[in-house]
Structures are given as structure tokens and as C-alpha cells.
């Protein structure tokens, strides 16, 4: 029988053992990021307990309910308080920094701890293991993990990148492999080669991908025509997501079926910025706004939204042409056909004229 004594021992060995593990464990979660500067982000986020988005947006410290809405696609008018079911796995939009050649959640979220909080605690409960512990402590110089205290602020580490990838500019999106996924499943969900994720994420084998763990998956975004003066540049929409720029004064959403293209239009919300929104009406268009056409044919000029400055929205036009009248070409083509096919008739009947005689005079016929 083993005595008390030695089961305490036992079980404190087992305990620290644990411990070590989860501290030492490498930094799986990291994402690569030798771009420099900042970026715009999402990560996954499976809800520990049920809770609302209103809850959620003041975890992670999101600026605007909006933000969190339009980076998975909800109603804008969704409640705050509405509930959400334990276990559900939303997206999060969060700020990127990147540093020695790694990148991390921008100052943004921060934790404050309450008594009773433990690191481990923090990282796989609160964070549902977005990170480990040790990164947790490295970013917040904790020496001692023991050594927290109530209303301690912690920076709290979220993968992210800003780099472009295969020459373009992506968001980076941190997305939670569930069980079953593979890298294949995934990168044509999300548009991008198997090779890419592979070499983006570190590995070798499409077989080395785990359950749980987060993988960097670069997400295109819709073009758009905003310049690189604008207060919002680069403007990185990617599909099936919607934002607010222009101090709230124009919404904007990607669709991939609209030839990924950036739709913006003048949106419903308070400007942050003025007393009333900016004319968002395209120079040289008689009363033709950001959204809007001079027809609803295919010969047409639409006004796009180009940017904005502390004084002004910047529109620009573009052109939409007719594409080739397949329909008229179509029944030019049948025409042209029905004239030969009448002369080969004519040409066939001549024929039939010229040597019936001779059949007719034949006894053999």
C-alpha cells in the first residue's frame, strides 16, 4: 500500500511535471513576420462558456462592436447582448505588430487580472490556448509565474503576420485546425495552394498538421481603388467580410462572386470624425455618389471610393464597358449559314433537274 506521504509526493511530481510541460512547450502558435511595421489581423476564437458579443468585444478589447460583426459576416443591427453557446468558434479582429521576425497582437488585447488568476489559467481557459503560457510570460517580463497580483495588466500575445505572400497583400488570418481538417480542405476553402500554407506555417508534411493548433492562413482581400495617401491604406477587405471606413462614413464588403471587386457605398452610421459626412459624389457626374452608376446598363461610369483625409472622401470613376455581343454574332453567324445552306439546296436542285431525264430514260433504273 502506498503510504499518504509518498501519494503527496507523487502527485506534486506529476503536478510540476505538468507545469514544465506547459512552460517549456515551444511557441507553436507563433506566425513568421518579417515585414515590419502594422497590420490588421483575425484569429479564431472558441468560447469557452456561453457569453455575448458584447462580452467577447470587451475581452479582446475591440474598438467597435461593428468590427466584430463585419469580420464574420453578421447583420449589423445583431444586439450586443445576444447569446452565444459555449463552444462556438467566432472570429476576432485585432491589431498585428510585428518584431524580430515574429508578429504579435499589437498592445491590444490586455488582460487585467483578477484574484484567483493563475497564468495557466489565463492562457487555456480565459484564451481558450491562443498562446502558451510561456509566451504569455515572456511578453510581460514575468520572471516568476506565481508572482501576478489583482489589476496587473498583461499584453496578451496573439499570432498574427503582416507579410505579403506570393506578392500580395493578405490578412492573416490565425484559423483553428478542428478535428478531421486537412491541409488541403483547408487551403481550398480559403483559395490558396496546399505548398503556400505548408511553407507559410513551417511545415514539411501535410500530415504533421495537429488538431488545436492555429495555422496562419493568408486570406485574398477585394480589390480596391483606394490610394496609398488614404488614412485607411491598404484597405484589406477579404471575402465574405464588411467594414466601416471613413470615419463610419462608408461601408464596405468583399464578395468574391463580384469579380472580387470592393462594393462601398455610403453607410447608415455617426462619423467619428465630422458633424456630418464629407460629399462622397464623383467629380465631373452629375449627382453620382460612391456606390452609384450613370445607368443601369453595362455602358456605364460608377463612382468609387478612392480614401479619405482628415477634410475629405476621395472619389474616383470607373468604366464599365458591354462585353462582346455573343447574341448578335451568334445570329450573324446563323445568317451567314442559312445563305450557304440555301445554296447548296439551289446547287443540289440543279442537279436533281439535270439528270433525272437520263434516270427516267434508264431501263435499269
Known sequence: MVSSSRLTITLASLLCLVWLLIVSSPATASFTCRSGGTCDAIIDYTLPNATTYNAVKKLFHVKNLRSLLGVNNLPVDTPADQKLPANQTIKIPFPCLCRNGTGISNKRPTYT??????????????????????????VNNITDPNVIQPGDKLWVPLPCSCDDVDGEKVVHYGRLVATGNTVDDIAQQYNVSQDTLLKLN????????IAGSVLDVPLKACQSMVSNTSLDYPLLVPNDTYVFTAANCVACKCDAASNWTLQC???????????????MQCQGLDSVSIGNATS????????????????????????????????SYTRSGTWRWNIILVAISGVAICFLFEITPRFIGDSTW
Request: hydrophobic share 35%; net charge negative.
Open 296 to 327: 443601369s446598363d453595362c455602358n456605364s461610369t460608377a463612382c468609387a471610393y478612392a480614401g479619405y483625409s482628415n477634410q475629405t472622401i476621395f472619389t474616383t470613376s470607373t468604366q464599365f464597358t458591354c462585353p462582346a455581343n455573343t447574341a
Open 202 to 209: 513551417g511545415l514539411s508534411d501535410p500530415k504533421e498538421l
Open 265 to 279: 457605398q455610403p453607410s447608415q452610421i455617426k462619423s467619428s470624425l465630422w458633424k456630418s459626412c464629407p460629399s
Open 113 to 138: 487580472v483578477v484574484s484567483g488568476d493563475f497564468l495557466t489559467h489565463i492562457a487555456l481557459d480565459i484564451f481558450a490556448g491562443l498562446f502558451t503560457v510561456q509566451e504569455l510570460q515572456t
